[in-house]
Each structure stands twice: as C-alpha cells, then as structure tokens.
C-alpha cells in the first residue's frame, strides 16, 4: 500500500507543473507577509509547498477591536479562503487573534516568525477574541499544492438538482474507483474530454471502476439549462451518468464547486474506494496522468 501511495504522489506532483493556484478573496487593509499568512508576493509568486492557513489579517482598528474585545492593532481576520485550514478551523471575518502558539499577538507582524517556523501539518492554537468573548481554535496547516489539489480528502458529495441517467451519489458507489468528470456543454475543451471518458468507459468496462460526469455552468449558465444540458447529454448518448449543477450563490452546488476548488473546466478528480480523492487536476487533464493513477489504485485493490 505504501508503494502504491508513493507512485500516486509521484504522479501527482508531475501534473502539477501547469496548476494555477486559486486567487485569495476578501479582506482589505495591509496583508500580512510570511507563510501561511496571505500576503507578500502574489498567490503565485509563493512556494505552494510552505505552510498555508488561507486567512487574511490587517492591524484591528480602534473601532474593529473594541467590537472583537481585544486591544487596537492585533491581527484582525479580514478574508477567508473557501475550504481553507482556517475556514474549517471555525475561524470568521472580524475575527480578533491575540495569542498564537502561547504568544501574544499585538500586531500582525507577530504571526510571521510563527508560521514560518512551522511545517505542513503542523497545528496552529489561536486564541480569538469574538464579540467580546474568548474562542480557541485549532488550524491545521497545510501546503496550498496540497490543498488544491485536495490529496487525501474525503470527496464531497455533488448534490445535484437532478441526474440525467441512474442516480450515482458517491456513498452509493464506495467499494470502487470513482472517476468524477466536472464539464460544461458548451465548452470545446470539455466536449472533446467527453470523448476520452467515453473511450474510458469501454476501457475499464468490468471492473471495478465507475465514471460520474457532473455538469457545472461555470460561464454563461443561461446557455445551460437542466433541459438543455439533459438533451446534450441524451443527443452525445453518454455511457455514464451526469449530475446536474449549478452554480448560483446559496446552492448546495455552489458549496461544491468550492469544496472541490473549480476554477475551470473540465477538470477530472480520482476517488478511491475508501471514497477518498488520489488524483485532481485543473484544466486539460493528463490523460496519462489519469489512466495512471486509475491502473494503480485498481492494482491496489487487486493486492488486498
């Protein structure tokens, strides 16, 4: 098993060379230099192997620290990244930090020395002051390639609208390797994948591998109605079935385009049997790449 985490990894960090990493949004005021902090050089300036929070701060104002409950100038959390370390960790907009790791923070300055003496995986204690009251809360960094590509998480559940074809949620299929395949109908890219998915079908008919397309109308979705991404996928007469997304603020499929870091499509995503993500990446996917880390996970179940 270790061997075959081992070559995963080794593909993985191949198909990273052309990943564009996710732009930070929110906050205002100064950012904070330093890992994990967000600030200094651009997102894609910064080793994405250092330790990564995916929090904003900028020094409280008077007003912004008596609100918190805390002393002016301590690193007040202006912006969150979806999906983030801190975003899990509890942490919210407004957030004063007065002490992390046992120190105490009077500017955001302070945070820097902490984080960078820290290592992925590592786990930051803050001390929050919110609405006049004390809240710990434990982040645990981690690396921003790592993160993106979402190696080793359990794969969120799509929740769908509706399904064209059989319904497939992920708990349903746990026992076999999952191949998610987020598309847009009216994008050149993603109809000619379609292509490649198909010829997959025909490839692993048999065993123990399941493919999901996910529709996602990242751009122009008036163009792409449930009806009109239903004919789409019956008039190309799909061999796998598709959950229909959409993107709108306040969905349940919004969530999931943030839970799995969609910046573009098509993307495909690899999930294990366990129901854990082994393979991601952004834009034109590695067929290579793909087939890959799909031929080993099966030789890892074949070894069980």
């Known amino acids: 098993m270790e061997k075959l985490q081992r070559a995963l990894l080794g593909i993985f960090l191949v198909s990273l060379a052309g990943l564009i990493l996710l732009q930070l949004f929110g906050g205002g005021g100064p950012p904070v230099p330093g890992p994990g902090a967000e600030g200094g050089p651009s997102p894609a300036g910064r080793d994405p192997d250092r330790p990564w929070a995916g929090f904003r701060v900028q020094p409280a104002s008077a007003e912004q620290a008596a609100t918190a409950g805390a002393e002016a100038g301590v690193p007040l959390v202006t912006g969150l990244e979806a999906g983030s370390p801190a975003e899990r960790a509890g942490l919210r907009p407004g957030d004063a930090i007065v002490r992390a790791n046992g120190t105490e923070l009077r ?162 995503v690899v999930v294990d049997a366990e129901g854990v993500v082994r393979y991601k990446t952004k834009g034109r996917p590695s067929i290579v790449d793909a087939e890959k880390a799909i031929d080993l996970l099966l030789a890892g179940m074949a070894e069980k």
């Open 107 to 268: 500017s955001p300055d302070a945070l820097s020395p902490i984080l960078g003496a820290a290592q992925p995986g590592a786990v930051l204690q803050l001390v929050l002051r919110r609405g006049g009251q004390s809240v710990d809360a434990a982040v645990t960094l981690r690396s921003k390639r790592e993160w993106e590509l979402m190696l080793g998480e359990p794969a969120p559940e799509l929740a769908p609208t509706g399904w064209v074809g059989e319904e497939s949620p992920l708990a349903k299929l746990r026992g076999q390797v999952v191949v998610l395949f987020f598309f847009q109908m009216i994008e050149k890219p993603s109809q000619d994948f379609h292509n490649q998915v198909e010829f997959w079908f025909d490839r692993y008919k048999g065993k123990a591998v399941r493919f999901v397309g996910a529709h996602l109308p990242l751009t122009h979705p008036e163009k792409q109605s449930g009806e009109a991404v239903r004919a789409f996928v019956q008039e190309r007469q799909f061999s796998y079935p598709v959950a229909l997304l959409s993107p709108a603020e306040g969905t349940g499929q919004a969530r999931v385009a943030l839970d799995y870091r969609l910046t573009g499509t098509p993307t495909i």
